[in-house]
């Protein structure tokens, strides 16, 4: 297992504070007042994909277990282990090396395995202002661009400092990202990137018109060249009574070890109307490619890609001559059921080639405050890019 340099400094931090008879004093009790959290998560995948000889089957448990001392003079500390444990039947390729005998199933993206998924400090110097410092949960606007891919059992969490100021209706974020925990788990070398990173996000909320954001993400991972990119964005989001909307361009390039030298920009647009029992939504995404340029497709590495591009995952990487997305949608609640159907076309960005077409639907209910259900199915129909795919989800969280 790597060392964690921004993680140990953070526990180092700890030790270092309680050598103090006061600051123990004070400490214990932060630490008698705090809250505890236990959470389980199951849920069943299955997937049938073209091109392989067996359906996956994936029936896996994430149980969560976190701390949180009360705030003391401003300073408050978190830790949370997550487990992930496969149960009833485990016929699936847990994906980047994790399952080397099961290479004739589908993967599935949720390795078995126990991690820290964070464990950090936090110093609030006024409201609204602090420091954090530690493995954190980064989520960044809509998580397109930097997230914490939440959909997986094992979430993506970063070593990092990080900084939040607000004055009035704007706030800064800054952070210094020196490792990204992805959801592969620490036993693959694809499950622990090092990285150089600096991430800079600024919104101002205007009136009552909506929120103007930009951003600056500086990507030096030095495990995965090509996730080396420098990308600046700017997007405005609002709403006018029913109506709402949104826009959003950025432009990125090659960066630091990053080999292939390239331009590439990114749109999307947003747009929903809010009927008496359901709202209608669509779009347009673009992600710029270049089809006689290997390498030179707009990435975002550090995305919570699940939410965007379908559920099937078919998009995970931009396609070499990237990608568009046009896409429609439903969504609304009856009697407690949350619901949603969305239909996508893709294709291609550079010369148009149709890359095929998916359904996406899903059903949620909310039991209780303890327990929620969720059913959902995506069914993704290929045409000159990867293979028709269908996956069903069944899923039950408990918090306690």
Not at 17 to 37: E, I, K, P, Y
Not at 44 to 54: A, P, T
Not at 161 to 166: D, G, N
Not at 381 to 399: C, E, L, Q, R
Request: proline share 1%; glycine share 8%; aromatic share 14%.
């Amino acid at each position: 297992m790597k060392k964690k340099n921004i993680l140990a400094l953070a526990i180092c931090g700890l030790l270092q504070g309680t050598t103090s008879v006061n600051a123990a004093d004070s400490l214990m009790d932060a630490f008698s007042n705090g809250d505890s959290n236990l959470s389980f998560r199951y849920r069943f995948e299955f997937v049938d994909q073209d091109g392989f000889d067996k359906n996956a089957k994936a029936s896996t448990v994430r149980t969560r277990l976190n701390y949180k001392t009360e705030t003391y003079k401003g300073f408050t500390f978190f830790i949370e282990a997550d487990n992930v444990t496969e149960v009833f039947v485990d016929d699936f390729n847990a994906g980047a090396g994790n399952s080397p005998s099961k290479g004739n199933y589908p993967v599935v993206a949720d390795p078995q395995g126990t991690e820290i998924n964070q464990a950090w400090f936090n110093y609030n110097f006024s409201e609204g202002n602090g420091v954090k410092v530690g493995r954190q949960r980064i989520l960044l606007d809509n998580q397109r661009f930097v997230g914490g891919v939440g959909w997986r059992q094992n979430e993506q969490t970063y070593d990092a400092v990080s900084a939040t100021f607000k004055l009035g209706g704007s706030k800064l974020f800054v952070a210094y990202v020196d490792h990204v925990n992805r959801i592969f788990g620490e036993d693959v070398d694809a499950g622990d990137h090092d990285n150089d990173t600096i991430l800079i996000n600024w919104s101002n909320k205007i009136a009552d018109i909506g929120k103007l954001t930009a951003y600056y993400y500086d990507i030096n991972n030095k495990d995965a060249a090509a996730f080396s990119t420098a990308t600046f964005g700017v997007k405005f989001a609002g709403n006018v009574d029913a109506f709402n909307y949104g826009i959003e361009f950025a432009k990125q390039n090659d960066a630091h070890n990053n080999a292939v030298d390239f331009s590439a920009n990114y749109w999307r647009l947003d747009a929903g109307y809010k009927l008496a029992k359901a709202t209608v939504f669509g779009g347009y995404e673009v992600l710029e490619g270049d089809a006689n340029n290997a390498g030179s497709m707009f990435r975002t590495p550090l995305a919570t890609l699940h939410a965007f591009n379908g559920w099937t995952d078919k998009f995970l990487g931009t396609p070499q001559d990237g990608l568009e997305d046009l896409f429609v949608g439903v969504k609304g609640a009856v009697k407690g059921h949350k619901w949603q159907a969305v239909y996508h076309d893709f294709s291609a960005q550079d010369r148009g080639r149709d890359l095929g077409s998916e359904f996406d639907v899903s059903i949620a209910k909310k039991v209780n405050k303890h327990v929620s259900l969720l059913l959902k199915a995506a069914f993704y129909d290929a045409d000159t890019h990867a293979t028709d795919t269908s996956k069903i989800w069944f899923m039950v969280t408990s918090n306690f």
